[in-house]
């Protein structure tokens, strides 16, 4: 049954180590929750693997100085011993130019185990609908 928890356990903490790593502004802090052949769909476009995942991060952490990421209304709606999928909303807030700024959105994160360690696979951020 221990076995049985820590693999419900793992995507969990994935996806909580991330959103609370990200918050570094590196990518070096999240490089090892992402998987090599991840997908990425952010408003800004899709991003395959981790060179444009870090290029788009990047971007996004030149645009928006001392930004602030966290999420809530997690809702795990797949869960097994190789992949979970949730849903959530994100938030941000952060300097823009010389203003402050915050915004929101939905977003799905999968997470799959590989070689032993749970690593997202694919994430997707959008607006809500009008």
Same mark, same amino acid.
């Given at each position: 049954?221990?076995?049985?928890?820590?693999?419900?356990?793992?995507? #969990?903490?994935?996806?909580?180590?991330?959103?609370?790593?990200?918050?570094?502004?590196?990518?070096?802090?999240?490089?090892?929750?992402?998987? @090599? &052949?991840?997908? *990425?769909? *952010?408003?800004?476009?899709? *991003?395959?693997?981790?060179? !444009?995942?870090?290029?788009?991060?990047?971007?996004?952490?030149?645009?928006?100085?001392?930004?602030?990421?966290?999420?809530? @209304?997690?809702?795990?709606?797949?869960? @097994?011993?190789?992949?979970?999928?949730?849903?959530?909303?994100? #938030?941000?807030? &952060?300097?823009? &130019?010389? !203003?402050?700024?915050?915004?929101?959105?939905?977003?799905?994160?999968?997470?799959?185990?590989? @070689?032993?360690?749970?690593?997202?696979? #694919?994430? #997707?951020?959008?607006? *809500?609908?009008?």
């Amino acid at each position: 049954m221990l076995y049985a928890r820590k693999i419900f356990m793992g995507p #969990h903490n994935v996806l909580k180590r991330y959103a609370t790593q990200i918050n570094e502004h590196k990518f070096s802090a999240v490089e090892g929750l992402i998987s @090599d &052949g991840a997908i *990425f769909w *952010f408003s800004s476009g899709t *991003f395959r693997g981790k060179k !444009q995942i870090q290029a788009a991060f990047e971007k996004t952490w030149s645009i928006i100085q001392n930004e602030v990421y966290w999420l809530t @209304d997690i809702e795990w709606i797949a869960s @097994d011993e190789t992949s979970a999928v949730c849903v959530y909303t994100f #938030h941000w807030k &952060g300097i823009v &130019g010389s !203003q402050e700024k915050e915004g929101l959105g939905r977003g799905t994160s999968i997470i799959r185990r590989e @070689d032993g360690n749970w690593r997202i696979v #694919h994430e #997707h951020l959008s607006s *809500f609908p009008s």
